[in-house]
């Protein structure tokens, strides 16, 4: 089954052989996409231009006809795609024609439309933040992970992905997790869905529609059951129990019920109607913890419910008066409640229909009118609009001749208004794209139904805040872990008052009031919390890894995995004197026992460049699913379309490439600073010197990397920087222009091959001019000491004088915007006068006109924030692109370049 978007994503096309296409992808992961397009349909990969590739019948342009072409170039969407306003670095606007070779343009369009759907990882990242708590109560046994499967039916919007990421980070397999979309028009339904069959979980539909009427839906609730029967059977025959969270439309088909032929083993209901479709169905024969009535939904979910639904309201009505006028409320519960205290509170006439007694008399003593039927209040007054909260039909046949011209319903439950849509009724109706329908009634008056006669706040919006949520759905998670712990003693039918206590016993309350209300960090932004643990730590704690070469990149690696747990083995078979401390192998990772190797979930590959690439492919030939952190660079220049061949044909696999600066703290500061004291004003000049004497290194046999020479050791770092100061295009354009347009002061080196190398470039894609200096050398150091610190007169500051000898290496940023200098002094920090820092600590300033606006001491250890992140991204199952080779493809430019230059008489010892 699947869900296909309402509106395409593909709906430009700028004459008959062009299709375009938008959306977060790197041009490194649309090269890859197509050539496994190519290899299945027996064509070649060419690329004429730098943003041009051809899907031919041969190799070149000599001896294939070009069949397919694919251009693009950077993208800036409208407007960020999540609520949490994140953009992903990267956007393309994508070009294909496909006058020719039809299927396989089909099978890229197919491909690419997939891809470009599913949310990115910086998008899912951004969704777990935004539910900290959720994270916070992730469990930790192994009674999801173990011995369940679960079927989860729901709305597709961000919360709900964010809470199938955590049940899978909860171990429960992407197999044994069945989501299904209860079919309401949401805003992100496609990608939520998409995202969801790459993770490798089961995606579908049960329409409320259906299971509300399937006599008149027999056909799809028979697809529908016969799907979710074999799920059900395949998770029995494997020895796992099925739980089921929903809103009773399963239950309701007597998967719970002791005479069913197939039977679940627990459910979690979490909707009023959901509970009763579950009375009108029969006896149950398995426990039910009630989630709709419980304390954590009528006190933490429906205020969030109740908001959204104003919201939407709102949103669809942007050119009504609504202070003063008169609104008729159908149904005074839970939801309903809520609805008439705020609308009254902007100022409405209130008036309120329910059959309930107590309903009406709750009603009445907050002094709204109120009424038995909606018959009863039509009569007596004329709404503007009417609200549906009832989840059941809200208006009978007898009661439309009752309403006024030009009224507005808004339905906030599925059946509230369904009788306007009732073929049997045959009224005419006029689609307003975006807003609703507008019903012919047959006494001649016209009436709007707002969204698509379902629950309103989900019309085309993804409703509820993730933070709203969150509090609802990590208290559903925490109720699902005891479900499962207690199915086998619990009682059948359903439990309400148990759901309460779990949930209260677990400290969700007081986690939730810390986190949203005291006002001590901000909500989501991941403050510390004594009772949150960090997520590197949990990744790794008690994990297999294994370090590839333990030179000074490897010792690096194996010291930080095991500060957070992890079970290290090194194996180096050039290293003959291995640490004792680690179970350690001197020879090559095919040597390794079998036994040993199998326990592994964790690769970092640190040994020398040229075998990166024979070491991926031995490890990737024993496990297709490896998770591995590989050391910068990834391979060497001539090697970069094999590694994407190879990381292309093992889908499975998750690799990453060590960046270093990418979650940079100082950096951040820096980013911040400009846009504080020059917002609006683009950078004109970047500075970047990365510069360390390696002299002695080199003579106690460390590592030479002749392939590069100075930009393998500091020039990707370089670039890590300063993509994180321009912008997403203009970084993409420094990246893809052509080297031999730079300025290039390079030092020749007899065994080093290069070892000093200055660019100067100038970019015009922006508002200004941008001057470009980078500068590195490994023979000997550039110091760049910057200005006297503020120091305390006694001493007691960050800043100490001769901490320790000489820095023999220095990383400085200077950037100039507007009429501010700023300026990061990265890790170790010596300035004037022997001033230093301790390790680990660098300088951020900020002058203009020789005043200093901002001088800041920011404490981070880039590398252990790499290494946390990578590890934890790899071990975790969120969506992961395959390494941008933008920056290595850049430097084996500069490498390729620097060698046809290279002077006679240098070659045979550089290349030795």
């Known amino acids: 089954m699947t869900i296909a978007p309402e509106q395409p994503l593909l709906p430009t096309r700028a004459h008959t052989a062009w299709t375009v296409f938008r959306g977060p992808m790197n041009p490194d992961t649309l090269r890859t996409g197509l050539a496994r397009v ?367 011209e030009g009224a507005y319903l808004a339905p906030f439950a599925t059946r509230d208004f369904s009788l306007l849509a009732d073929p049997d009724h045959g009224l005419p109706a006029t689609e307003i794209p975006g807003i609703g329908r507008r019903y012919q009634l047959p006494h001649g008056a016209c009436v709007t139904l707002l969204g698509d006669g379902r629950s309103m706040n989900l019309f085309e919006s993804d409703a509820i805040p993730s933070q709203g949520y969150d509090a609802y759905r990590a208290g559903t998670l925490i109720a699902a872990e005891a479900l499962c712990q207690r199915a086998d003693t619990l009682t059948p039918g359903v439990h309400t008052g148990l759901v309460d206590e779990i949930i209260l016993d677990s400290g969700l309350y007081e986690a939730y009031y810390d986190r949203y209300l005291t006002g001590s960090h901000p909500a989501g932004t991941g403050g510390t919390q004594p009772t949150q643990p960090d997520r590197a730590t949990d990744a790794l704690n008690e994990l297999a890894a294994c370090v590839v070469g333990y030179g000074t990149a490897g010792q690096l690696h194996a010291r930080i995995l095991t500060e957070h747990g992890a079970h290290l083995s090194v194996v180096d078979p050039k290293h003959q004197d291995l640490p004792q401390t680690y179970r350690s192998f001197p020879h090559g990772v095919d040597e390794i026992p079998a036994p040993v190797r199998s326990t592994i979930g964790l690769w970092s590959v640190c040994c020398p460049t040229a075998d990166h690439l024979p070491v991926l492919r031995t490890i990737l030939a024993k496990d297709p699913e490896a998770r591995i952190l590989l050391e910068k660079p990834a391979c060497q220049g001539h090697e970069i379309d094999a590694l994407t061949a190879l990381l292309a044909s093992h889908r499975n696999a998750r690799v990453m490439v060590t960046d270093q600066y990418q979650h940079s703290r100082a950096l951040d500061v820096l980013t911040d600073l400009m846009q504080r004291f020059e917002p609006g004003a683009a950078p004109d000049y970047v500075a970047i010197t990365f510069t360390k004497d390696r002299t002695g290194d080199i003579a106690r046999g460390r590592f030479i990397d002749r392939t590069y020479g100075v930009l393998g050791y500091e020039w990707l770092h370089m670039l890590a920087v300063l993509r994180r100061v321009l912008t997403p295009d203009l970084g993409s354009a420094y990246l893809a222009a052509d080297p031999q347009r730079a300025g290039l002061w390079a030092t020749y080196d007899p065994a080093l091959f290069v070892s000093a190398l200055t660019e100067k470039s100038t970019l015009t894609g922006g508002p200004t001019p941008l001057r470009i200096e980078l500068a590195s050398s490994i023979a000997s150091p550039t110091v760049l000491l910057g200005s006297t610190p503020r120091t305390a007169p006694d001493g007691s500051g960050v800043w100490r004088q001769n901490l320790r000898p000489a820095d023999d290496r220095h990383r400085h940023v200077t950037v100039h915007a507007g009429r501010t200098q700023f300026t990061v002094h990265l890790d170790p920090v010596t300035a004037p006068g022997g001033w230093q820092l301790e390790r680990n600590h660098h300088r951020v300033t900020a002058v203009r006109d020789d005043a200093v606006l901002h001088d800041e001491v920011v404490q981070d250890s880039p590398l252990h924030t790499a290494i946390q992140h990578a590890a934890t991204t790899l071990v975790g199952t969120a969506p992961l692109p395959l390494p941008d080779m933008g920056p290595l493809r850049r430097i084996a430019s500069l490498a390729e370049l620097l060698r046809a230059q290279q002077p006679a008489g240098l070659t045979d010892r550089a290349t030795a």
């Open 38 to 404: 190519a290899a299945r349909h027996q064509l070649q990969v060419q690329q004429p231009a730098e943003t041009t590739l051809l899907l031919a019948t041969g190799p070149d342009t000599e001896h294939g006809v070009p069949c397919v072409t694919v251009r693009w170039r950077p993208y800036t969407p409208p407007r960020p795609d999540t609520l949490c306003h994140v953009l992903p670095d990267t956007h393309l606007e994508i070009l294909l024609d496909h006058q020719e070779a039809e299927e396989a343009a089909a099978d890229f369009t197919e491909w690419l439309t997939d891809a470009l759907r599913r949310f990115h990882p910086a998008e899912l990242e951004q969704i777990t933040q935004s539910m900290p708590l959720l994270a916070q109560f992730t469990p930790s046994t192994n009674i999801l992970a173990d011995g369940w499967a679960v079927i989860f039916r729901d709305h597709y919007v961000e919360n709900t992905l964010g809470f199938l990421l955590a049940l899978h980070r909860a171990g429960v397999p992407a197999r044994w997790i069945y989501a299904l979309a209860k079919g309401d028009r949401t805003h992100n339904r496609d990608r939520v869905h998409a995202t969801l069959r790459d993770l490798g979980c089961v995606s579908g539909l049960l329409d409320n529609t259906v299971v509300n009427a399937p006599d008149t839906h027999a056909a799809e609730l028979a697809q529908a059951t016969a799907e979710v029967d074999a799920f059900i059977d395949t998770a029995h025959a494997a020895g796992r129990k099925v739980l089921v969270i929903d809103d009773g439309g399963l239950l309701a088909q007597g998967y719970g019920h002791k005479d069913a032929p197939r039977c679940i083993d627990a459910a979690l209901e979490l909707t009023v109607s959901g509970l009763k479709r579950i009375t009108a169905a029969g006896e149950l024969a398995i426990p039910v913890f009630n989630l709709a009535r419980s304390q954590l939904k009528t006190h933490l979910g429906y205020p969030e419910i109740a908001d959204s639904c104003l919201r939407r309201l709102r949103a669809l009505l942007p050119a009504v008066k609504v202070t003063g006028r008169t609104v008729l409320v159908l149904g005074y519960g839970t939801l309903g409640s809520r609805l008439a205290q705020a609308l009254h509170h902007q100022g409405c006439q209130v008036h309120v229909a329910d059959p309930d007694p107590l309903a009406r008399i709750a009603a009445a003593e907050r002094g709204h009118p109120t009424y038995r039927t909606a018959a009863d209040a039509l009569r007596t007054v004329q709404p503007f609009l009417l609200v549906g909260t009832t989840g059941e039909d809200a208006l009978t046949p007898g009661e439309l001749p009752l309403l006024p």
